[in-house]
């Protein structure tokens, strides 16, 4: 475990180890006593200092990791499990803080209930860096170029942002075949779906937030006369107006899965539309 060289900081750290279960003394004793390795001792007889480690970065969702991943890193960690059908509400175990205190970077959205708590953990060593989370693909690609300045590698960025943008390119596609020609419905839109909204080319005319809408804000949006839902699969709201219109639901994620891929998220949403209104299942001019 890296030494911060903060006294109380360790402390904290080692009562955090003894909580889990960890061996602290014992571990110190048998660091401090190991002998330098032939190759690390040639390094510093000759003046050089060793390779620096990949930097270690703690992201607090799947989607902080992928954009950290774009940006060019590669030893990410993710504390709220890709699983979660919502991640930012995940309860950090101490685990998760202590590898948050030993990390070199902490990358999150800011919006995580659990944001202050892990700011807390940060070691003296550590960076917090707060990031714009939102698949517009302006934000999106100014996001990880600034993070490959810090923590990555901007080649390694802009190669994967262009991949990112065939696969963007592609959803159009995909959305426009699924629709039909010419088509671009009248669409309710779930308020952490706009971007979706506006690279699918659709007609948005209102917005509506998770959980069942109240009688008064259904009829209002109803009124809208909507020809299509697109929902949110981490917190629905659009359910309920779909069934009450008449019209069909497309659900979307946000968060990336295991992979942290940012192209996959775009995949996978191109699929939901396809499958969403294949069969005659597309909105009705």
């Known amino acids: 475990m890296r030494r911060t060289g903060a006294g109380p900081r360790k402390g904290w750290a080692a009562a955090l180890a003894v909580f889990l279960g960890l061996a602290w003394a014992p571990a110190a004793l048998a660091f401090d006593a190991a002998p330098v390795p032939a190759s690390a001792a040639a390094e ?102 600034r993070l490959a300045r810090l923590l990555g590698d901007p080649g390694e960025a802009e190669r994967n942002l262009s991949a990112l943008q065939l696969e963007r390119e592609r959803f159009t596609r995909v959305v426009a075949e699924s629709l039909g020609p010419g088509a671009r419905p009248r669409v309710l839109v779930h308020r952490f779906l706009e971007a979706w909204a506006r690279l699918a080319g659709l007609d948005v005319v209102a917005t509506f937030a998770m959980g069942p809408a109240r009688p008064s804000d259904l009829l209002r949006l109803l009124e809208q006369r909507p020809q299509m839902i697109l929902d949110n699969a981490h917190a629905p709201g659009g359910a309920e107006l779909a069934e009450t219109a008449g019209v069909p639901r497309v659900v979307l994620v946000n968060f990336p899965g295991a992979d942290l891929d940012l192209a996959g998220v775009v995949r996978e949403n191109g699929h939901r539309f396809r499958e969403a209104l294949a069969g005659g299942n597309a909105p009705k001019p």
């Open 44 to 145: 510093a007889a000759r003046g050089a200092p060793p390779a620096d480690p990949e930097p270690r970065v703690v992201a607090s969702t799947a989607w902080a990791g992928a954009v950290a991943r774009a940006a060019g890193a590669r030893n990410v960690r993710v504390l709220s499990p890709p699983t979660l059908q919502h991640p930012p509400e995940y309860e950090p175990r101490p685990s998760d803080l202590l590898a948050v205190a030993e990390a070199e970077f902490l990358v999150l959205g800011g919006f995580e209930r659990f944001a202050q708590r892990l700011r807390e953990a940060v070691g003296s060593r550590g960076q917090v860096v707060q990031v714009r989370l939102d698949h517009d693909p302006e934000v999106t690609d100014q996001e990880v170029r």
